[in-house]
């Protein structure tokens, strides 16, 4: 899957890790609503396409994993800010 890179010069290989950091970095830089969103830019950096078959929960379940998600939050990130702003679409 990722015969690729012994094909890329030194140069090329600086450049993509930069270019993935860089990735990594904006996607865990999101804060408050942004968080909770579907990121197909961070899945975009890898060279093979997002995946047309992924599966999504049905609503009870996704509303559980969000706040299973949230409630984890609250435990790695205990004394982040909190903000009552509402999602604005």
Do not use: N
């Not at 090329?12 to 865990?28: N, S, Y």
């Not at 929960?57 to 984890?72: H, I, M």
Request: glycine share 6%.
């Amino acid at each position: 899957m990722d015969e690729d890179l012994s094909e890329l010069s030194r140069e090329a290989l600086i450049a993509e890790v930069r270019r993935l950091r860089a990735g990594i970095r904006e996607h865990r830089d999101s804060t408050m609503h942004a968080l909770c969103w579907h990121h197909p830019q961070l899945w975009g950096l890898l060279p093979e396409p997002i995946p047309r078959d992924l599966a999504v929960p049905d609503w009870p379940q996704f509303l559980r994993g969000c706040v299973k998600y949230r409630e984890s939050l609250e435990r790695e990130l205990p004394d982040a800010p909190r903000v009552a702003r509402e999602y604005g679409g």
